[in-house]
């Protein structure tokens, strides 16, 4: 038995096409394996704790557990139109989990691996609270660039443990933070050195994950797996704090087994199962280190494999979903009612599972049109059209060579599927269409039918058995393509095993067909471009014109809300030597007297304009989160007037 597992979506945001290098192939992976006849059990969940979600709900004016409901249907909903098919899927929210989560807990407690200590921690005076993780912001300690909480994702990557970074500040309400002390617990990580130095070396895997984690052997620490939070599963031992994010996440792959087969059992505790993870190489230190050495310590199963796909890039550019760098699975792809087989495709084709993937609609439409129709689809359509219109129904008499290369075909498929080279896969079965459309465009049989009924006959049946097998060998990587193609020669998908494709049936009927793809529209394509572009298209400017704008630190006087107006605050600021009145729209984030005192940003040389009838002097400048302004703050204390160079 296999149990297949993705990693857990985090359940406050939407699915954007970076999830999708792990969900697709994973379910491309399953697919295979029951084709071959293997027992295979597929879960995935949703990820409803820590600090994000938190923080996420406060901005959106929604409790925890509302933003984690929306955004879970969501997920459900874009896996089904994607044909990703779980046994399960969980929520980490719900009391199965959290009894797992415990349990775990309890006994890495019991067996000696956790103790609790004193530390300090960022803390918000004006909030009046820690903050954990997400909720402080400051500067890596190690590469010095700009951080968050738990990890520098800007810089080296490097998880941080809480109170290490430098320089915190309140993402909330910018407040410098001060440092308190506060009791904490902590897994002893540096325990499992030499058994992660073991486990490494003998893990199956995909060697991005593998050697990524290697490198961080040397340095490990012990592992704060407590927060100060209302929102999570209550800390067993004690319940004032909830469990670290990242403890109770990957428990959900055991939680969600428990739920989706009756033995979980002998999976999780006996060993009797291979455990494969699909996880983004962003979280691989998390499931090569701290996951199995929690298992080790709680007694449990090992992971078998741990596969990662590289990362992804929009048209060429770094993933950011911040940056507007992003395609929306279901507003930009799904809406537009394209074919969900042709995403499935190129994710899974493009390239190697390790390497990047750059997602560009001009080479999704090439590859589509290039791939699938003018040869793929291409062969399947001629061959089943011929047939029917010709004879209905075809004697099988097909030509060893035939067999021979069907039968090549799928030993490297199959070897492909161990090693997870999706793409070489792939390629596989597209040879395979292409030495089809070389022997039916070779042999003309719509010229032979004519003269020589019989021999047309033996070469159709030639094709059709190549038709067969491409069915059943791209059925995994587009299934609702295939199912359709295969209803005209009374194949039954679901009770193909990967050795049909050599089975030689003695007639086959053909009914009439339907056209497999439908092509790629050029103008749909580039309206979806500009839906992509609109997001991060920006106009280059030179270091001239940027030295124009006369941009300084400015430090607010006086602020007071305008009368009618929902949004706009008056502002008497400090620009060095002389007081502007600026006009700014944060009334709906910020009172008057959470602004007064405090330093902000401000474009000084920018012509005056009037808003509700009051004259604004300047521009503050803020981050758009959402539909609200998030004002920029010197991370240190400057004078009123300092320039932005």
Same mark, same amino acid.
């Given at each position: 038995?296999?149990?297949?597992?993705?990693?857990?979506?985090?359940?406050?945001?939407?699915?954007?096409?970076?999830?999708?290098?792990?969900?697709?192939?994973?379910?491309?992976?399953?697919?295979?394996?029951?084709?071959?006849?293997?027992?295979?059990?597929?879960?995935?969940?949703?990820?409803?704790?820590?600090?994000?979600?938190?923080?996420?709900?406060?901005?959106?004016?929604?409790?925890?557990?509302?933003?984690?409901?929306?955004?879970?249907?969501?997920?459900?909903?874009?896996?089904?139109?994607?044909?990703?098919?779980?046994?399960?899927?969980?929520?980490?929210?719900?009391?199965?989990?959290?009894?797992?989560?415990?349990?775990?807990?309890?006994?890495?407690?019991?067996?000696?691996?956790?103790?609790?200590?004193?530390?300090?921690?960022?803390?918000?005076?004006?909030?009046?609270?820690?903050?954990?993780?997400?909720?402080?912001?400051?500067?890596?300690?190690?590469?010095?660039?700009?951080?968050?909480?738990?990890?520098?994702?800007?810089?080296?990557?490097?998880?941080?443990?809480?109170?290490?970074?430098?320089?915190?500040?309140?993402?909330?309400?910018?407040?410098?933070?001060i440092f308190k002390k506060q009791t904490h617990y902590f897994f002893k990580l540096t325990a499992f050195k030499d058994f992660l130095e073991d486990?490494?070396?003998?893990?199956?895997?995909?060697?991005?994950?593998?050697?990524?984690?290697?490198?961080?052997?040397?340095?490990?620490?012990?592992?704060?797996?407590?927060?100060?939070?209302?929102?999570?599963?209550?800390?067993?031992?004690?319940?004032?704090?909830?469990?670290?994010?990242?403890?109770?996440?990957?428990?959900?792959?055991i939680s969600f087994t428990e739920k989706a087969v009756k033995d979980w059992e002998s999976i999780w505790k006996e060993g009797k199962a291979e455990?494969?993870?699909?996880?983004?190489?962003?979280?691989?230190?998390?499931?090569?280190?701290?996951?199995?050495?929690?298992?080790?310590?709680?007694?449990?199963?090992?992971?078998?494999?741990?596969?990662?796909?590289?990362?992804?890039?929009?048209?060429?550019?770094?993933?950011?979903?911040?940056?507007?760098?992003?395609?929306?699975?279901?507003?930009?792809?799904?809406?537009?009612?394209?074919?969900?087989?042709?995403?499935?495709?190129?994710?899974?084709?493009?390239?190697?599972?390790?390497?990047?993937?750059?997602?560009?609609?001009?080479?999704?439409?090439?590859?589509?049109?290039?791939?699938?129709?003018?040869?793929?689809?291409?062969?399947?359509?001629?061959?089943?059209?011929?047939?029917?219109?010709?004879?209905?129904?075809? %004697? +099988?008499? #097909?030509?060893?060579? $035939?067999?021979?290369?069907?039968?090549?075909?799928? *030993? @490297? /498929?199959? &070897?492909?599927? =161990?090693?997870?080279?999706?793409?070489?896969?792939?390629?596989?079965?597209?040879?395979?269409?292409?030495?089809?459309?070389?022997?039916?465009?070779?042999?003309?049989?719509?010229?032979?039918?004519?003269?020589?009924?019989?021999?047309?006959?033996?070469?159709?049946?030639?094709?059709?058995?190549?038709?067969?097998?491409?069915?059943?060998?791209?059925?995994?990587?587009?299934?609702?393509?295939?199912?359709?193609?295969?209803?005209?020669?009374?194949?039954?998908?679901?009770?193909?095993?990967?050795?049909?494709?050599?089975?030689?049936?003695? %007639? +086959?009927? #053909?009914?009439?067909? $339907?056209?497999?793809?439908?092509?790629?529209?050029? *103008? @749909? /394509?580039? &309206?979806?471009? =500009?839906?992509?572009?609109?997001?991060?298209?920006?106009?280059?400017?030179?270091?001239?014109?940027?030295?124009?704008?006369?941009?300084?630190?400015?430090?607010?006087?006086?602020?007071?809300?305008?009368?009618?107006?929902?949004?706009?605050?008056?502002?008497?600021?400090?620009?060095?030597?002389?007081?502007?009145?600026?006009?700014?729209?944060?009334?709906?984030?910020?009172?008057?007297?959470?602004?007064?005192?405090?330093?902000?940003?401000?474009?000084?040389?920018?012509?005056?304009?009037?808003?509700?009838?009051?004259?604004?002097?300047?521009?503050?400048?803020?981050?758009?989160?959402?539909?609200?302004?998030?004002?920029?703050?010197?991370? @240190?204390?400057? &004078?009123?007037?300092?320039?932005?160079?």
């Amino acid at each position: 038995m296999k149990l297949v597992t993705c990693g857990l979506p985090y359940a406050n945001g939407k699915a954007h096409i970076g999830h999708l290098r792990t969900y697709i192939p994973a379910d491309v992976y399953v697919r295979y394996l029951r084709l071959k006849g293997e027992d295979v059990v597929f879960i995935c969940g949703s990820d409803c704790h820590g600090t994000p979600i938190v923080v996420n709900a406060e901005k959106e004016g929604l409790t925890p557990s509302q933003l984690v409901n929306i955004y879970h249907e969501h997920f459900i909903k874009v896996f089904d139109a994607l044909d990703v098919k779980f046994d399960f899927y969980g929520k980490t929210v719900e009391d199965y989990h959290h009894n797992r989560t415990k349990e775990i807990v309890k006994k890495i407690y019991e067996n000696g691996y956790i103790y609790s200590k004193e530390i300090d921690l960022a803390y918000c005076p004006r909030c009046e609270r820690f903050l954990p993780d997400r909720y402080v912001e400051g500067i890596c300690p190690y590469c010095n660039v700009p951080a968050r909480g738990d990890e520098c994702d800007q810089g080296c990557g490097r998880h941080l443990e809480p109170g290490e970074i430098k320089d915190p500040r309140c993402k909330i309400c910018g407040t410098p933070a001060i440092f308190k002390k506060q009791t904490h617990y902590f897994f002893k990580l540096t325990a499992f050195k030499d058994f992660l130095e073991d486990y490494l070396n003998k893990v199956q895997g995909t060697e991005n994950a593998i050697n990524y984690a290697k490198q961080w052997i040397k340095n490990l620490r012990d592992w704060c797996i407590t927060r100060d939070l209302e929102w999570g599963v209550k800390f067993p031992i004690d319940e004032r704090y909830v469990v670290y994010v990242w403890v109770d996440a990957p428990i959900g792959y055991i939680s969600f087994t428990e739920k989706a087969v009756k033995d979980w059992e002998s999976i999780w505790k006996e060993g009797k199962a291979e455990i494969v993870h699909f996880i983004g190489l962003d979280i691989a230190y998390h499931h090569c280190i701290f996951w199995p050495a929690m298992l080790k310590a709680a007694e449990y199963s090992l992971p078998t494999a741990i596969v990662a796909s590289g990362m992804v890039k929009i048209e060429g550019k770094t993933f950011s979903k911040s940056r507007g760098y992003v395609v929306w699975v279901d507003d930009d792809y799904l809406r537009a009612n394209l074919n969900p087989d042709y995403l499935r495709y190129y994710v899974a084709s493009y390239t190697s599972h390790e390497r990047d993937l750059n997602f560009s609609w001009d080479a999704f439409r090439e590859k589509i049109n290039r791939e699938l129709i003018a040869t793929f689809g291409n062969f399947l359509y001629r061959t089943l059209h011929f047939a029917w219109k010709n004879f209905g129904e075809v %004697k +099988m008499n #097909v030509d060893n060579e $035939i067999l021979e290369k069907i039968r090549d075909v799928r *030993k @490297k /498929i199959e &070897e492909f599927l =161990k090693k997870w080279e999706f793409k070489s896969l792939c390629d596989s079965f597209m040879e395979l269409a292409s030495f089809g459309n070389v022997y039916l465009q070779s042999n003309e049989p719509w010229d032979l039918v004519k003269f020589d009924r019989s021999r047309a006959e033996r070469v159709i049946a030639n094709c059709l058995q190549i038709a067969k097998a491409l069915i059943i060998l791209a059925y995994p990587v587009m299934p609702r393509s295939m199912k359709k193609v295969s209803e005209c020669i009374n194949l039954n998908l679901e009770k193909c095993k990967l050795d049909d494709v050599e089975k030689v049936d003695e %007639k +086959m009927k #053909v009914e009439k067909p $339907i056209i497999p793809f439908e092509k790629v529209d050029e *103008k @749909k /394509i580039d &309206e979806l471009k =500009k839906v992509v572009e609109k997001r991060f298209l920006r106009e280059e400017v030179s270091i001239e014109e940027f030295r124009k704008m006369d941009i300084r630190i400015g430090r607010v006087i006086k602020a007071e809300k305008i009368e009618k107006s929902k949004k706009l605050l008056k502002l008497k600021v400090d620009i060095g030597g002389e007081i502007r009145q600026i006009v700014a729209g944060i009334a709906d984030n910020y009172k008057p007297e959470d602004i007064e005192g405090k330093l902000i940003t401000v474009l000084v040389n920018i012509k005056p304009v009037k808003l509700m009838g009051v004259e604004s002097n300047g521009m503050l400048l803020a981050a758009d989160v959402g539909e609200k302004a998030v004002i920029l703050i010197p991370e @240190k204390e400057v &004078e009123p007037g300092t320039k932005i160079k």
